[in-house]
């Protein structure tokens, strides 16, 4: 064989039908349906996996969350570039993620949101990097030169791209499209290197996330005030604080009381009526 051809397949990144691809085993996800599903049992390291989907807080962060403490209890700094919201501090606790190890990127553009993401990963510096991709488009060879730095480390490298990318070509290693129902995170595998796509996974959704909506009347701004017997007004929604006033206000408010009842009290012909009286002057 053309010894060019031979250095070309033995390639880490080309893959020949009539061979056993290296066998190579991922990072357990945590949920055993879906490790099932995937070729090496778990998410890709060393390599990119895209999740496609449109909408946010359907349960796409919850799904990586048991790798990311996997890292977390190794000691890996988890990296999130242009997260679409500050990630929930309580609920990385919760699960053994201390926050010292996260470390969030805020990047202005596409362009330096793949700049970061490259550094990271050749670099190899963070166990795990999340990145959620504007809705720009990115282009085959802008994913390629991740794809190349990811295999440099042994990582989670994982971007989040709308699900219109479907139709593109992508050099990742897994490609999943997400979407919710009311109480499960529906995964539909649409590519996977060395193993079959088209699997479809229901991964119950956390409890938090399929509590039902409170009915506008039964919040509490929408109470109405009630009477009471003694002719008061309650509420139960939190009433605002009562005004603070200033020494000089106070003074201010209890001179005109004073005034008024001085002006009640007095009868014609009384001392108060006198001109220059001190009274007189005291209220004037």
Not at 110 to 138: F, H, K, N, S
Not at 158 to 167: K, M, T
């Amino acid at each position: 064989m053309n010894q060019k051809l031979s250095a070309l397949l033995a390639r880490s990144d080309i893959w020949q039908a009539s061979t056993s691809p290296p066998q190579t085993h991922g990072l357990a996800t945590g949920y055993p349906a879906l490790d099932r599903s995937l070729h090496q049992g778990g998410w890709p390291t060393g390599a990119i996996t895209e999740l496609l989907c449109d909408d946010t807080g359907i349960g796409e962060l919850q799904l990586l969350l048991p790798a990311l403490t996997q890292y977390a209890q190794q000691g890996r700094q988890l990296v999130f570039v242009s997260p679409p919201y500050l990630p929930y501090a309580p609920a990385l606790q919760r699960a053994g993620i201390p926050l010292a190890q996260v470390v969030v990127v805020k990047a202005r553009s596409t362009p330096e949101q793949l700049w970061a993401v490259g550094q990271l990963l050749r670099a190899d510096i963070a166990g795990a990097v999340l990145c959620w991709l504007a809705d720009e488009a990115v282009n085959h060879v802008q994913l390629r030169k991740l794809q190349l730095a990811a295999q440099t480390g042994p990582g989670l490298a994982v971007l989040f791209r709308s699900s219109r990318a479907a139709a593109e070509a992508s050099p990742a290693a897994l490609r999943i499209a997400l979407s919710a129902t009311r109480q499960s995170c529906r995964l539909h595998i649409i590519k996977q290197r060395g193993g079959w796509a088209g699997q479809i996974v229901n991964i119950d959704r956390p409890e938090g996330l399929v509590q039902g909506n409170i009915p506008v009347a039964d919040l509490p701004v929408h109470q109405t005030m009630r009477p009471t017997t003694g002719g008061q007004q309650t509420c139960s929604a939190p009433c605002p604080p009562k005004t603070h006033l200033s020494a000089k206000a106070r003074l201010s408010a209890e001179s005109r009381r004073s005034i008024k009842v001085h002006s009640r009290d007095k009868q014609p012909g009384s001392f108060a009526d006198k001109p220059g009286s001190s009274t007189s002057s005291t209220l004037h």
